[in-house]
């Protein structure tokens, strides 16, 4: 009887939420809802981290769009209140909290927030090879006329932007394609591996 519901099911009713000291004093794994794992057989999520948009299709029906209706289900079990997020195209960390549990809706806002939100550091921008500093100008300047497009006709026309935002860092691949465990990229980039620490892998 207790399997009709379905240990994904969204809510605060089937399971405790570990804190953050909770998780490292258990040492235990976290499992990836399929969805966040890229490993659900009936749907595939689509999330463009320019609009913040989220939807998905069947991969075997992939003339049909589907919602995102399960965003409010955990994006872990046990389900935890902090995800840290890393990527191997970014230099950035982005940290998901939910102290009710961090649901996949949680996840993907954040993602979207971090990176529309915050701008790339002179320093940061300096770091990149020349030619990956074009890429990410053109990206910012097509971002912004892809935003301006809702302007509407009398919309003031595009100058290019001074300031890039990290979305535009990640020049084409602005597309959510999954989340993957990797112990050994996290001790490179964080000095330390964790159960709640995942890769991020991003496709055009």
């Known amino acids: 009887m207790a399997d009709s519901v379905g240990k994904w099911a969204a809510g605060a009713f089937y399971g405790p939420v570990l804190s953050q000291t909770d998780l490292y004093l258990l040492n235990t794994d976290l499992e990836l809802h399929p969805i966040l794992a890229n490993s659900h057989g009936s749907f595939h999520l689509v999330f463009n981290l320019i609009t913040g948009q989220t939807g ?22 046990p389900r935890v209140s902090q995800l840290i997020i890393i990527t191997e195209i970014s230099p950035w960390c982005t940290i998901v909290k939910n102290e009710r549990g961090v649901t996949m809706n949680d996840v993907c806002t954040a993602v979207w927030k971090d990176y529309t939100e915050n701008f790339v550091t002179d320093p940061e921008f300096a770091a990149l090879p020349p030619r990956l500093q074009e890429q990410v100008k053109r990206m910012a300047l097509h971002n912004t006329q892809s935003g301006q497009q809702w302007a509407g006709y009398y919309g003031t026309p595009s100058v290019a932007p001074n300031r890039y935002k990290r979305v535009d860092w990640l020049r ?18 964080l000095g330390y591996k964790a159960p709640n620490i ?5 496709v055009a």
């Open 56 to 77: 998905g299709f069947n991969p075997d029906a992939r003339d049909r769009d589907l919602q995102f209706t399960a965003k409010d289900e955990p994006a872990t079990l």
């Open 172 to 189: 084409e691949r602005t597309f959510f394609e999954g989340l993957r465990k990797s112990d050994a990229y996290a001790i490179s980039r």
């Open 198 to 202: 995942f890769v991020m892998d991003l």
